[in-house]
């Protein structure tokens, strides 16, 4: 990978048409969703793929998706599906996914899985990012944040598994027990996806995963 200094674009691809601040107590969790209009959303979607493929034509090195769930804020609840639309869009610019919240998804191979599609149709331009989820995601899911730490590293190490290691193989974990570990497709770049994680300071896992980055 190239050291010079890089540029991406990001954008949390927001819904701006909510009542004033007075009126409600947060954008995240209890916001009603009735003032989500799906054909004002539907405008809006279409422009922030535009501004993606804009910057691929202003010589961006990369753009960027992300996951939040029940918000105003970011409407992104599946960062792989913006991936798709972004993709099919483009030709050279990387999509980095930062990124999957590990700790809340029920089974950490169908993220291998959907990673390694995106990874095949783009060519090799995904970048995977992991991250944990804020703590609105956990108290509005019903996901226990006791395990976060413990459920997202499991996850983590599965799914880097599923990217490098023949399949059928077994998986035995603490979380996840699965007999069968056989992803279709495999991705493009090798020995995975330029991956990375988003983890407090504190953490050191990493440390024993050279394979993966971690920032504070």
Avoid at 1 to 23: A, N, T, V
Avoid at 94 to 118: C, D, F, K, T
Avoid at 159 to 168: C, D, K
Wanted: glycine fraction near 8%; charge should be neutral.
């Amino acid at each position: 990978m190239s050291k010079r200094l890089q540029f991406y674009h990001f954008g949390l691809m927001p819904y701006p048409h909510i009542p004033p601040p007075e009126d409600y107590e947060s954008t995240w969790v209890t916001l009603p969703n009735g003032n989500y209009d799906p054909k004002v959303g539907h405008e809006l979607y279409k422009r922030y793929i535009a501004e993606a493929v804009l910057a691929e034509e202003l010589g961006y090195d990369g753009t960027c998706v992300n996951e939040h769930h029940q918000n105003a804020y970011g409407t992104m609840p599946d960062p792989n599906v913006m991936a798709s639309q972004i993709v099919a869009r483009t030709e050279k610019i990387i999509v980095g996914i930062i990124g999957n919240a590990l700790p809340l998804h029920e089974n950490p191979v169908r993220v291998a899985e959907s990673v390694a599609m995106l990874d095949v149709i783009s060519g090799g331009r995904i970048i995977s990012g992991f991250v944990r989820g804020t703590g609105m995601e956990y108290h509005s899911l019903r996901a226990n944040p006791s395990y976060s730490r413990e459920r997202f590293w499991e996850a983590h190490d599965l799914i880097i598994e599923a990217w490098t290691r023949p399949g059928p193989f077994s998986f035995e974990g603490r979380f996840f027990d699965l007999p069968y570990v056989n992803p279709w497709p495999r991705p493009l770049q090798q020995p995975h996806p330029r991956s990375g994680c988003r983890a407090p300071a504190r953490w050191r896992p990493s440390t024993r995963r050279r394979n993966t980055a971690t920032r504070s």
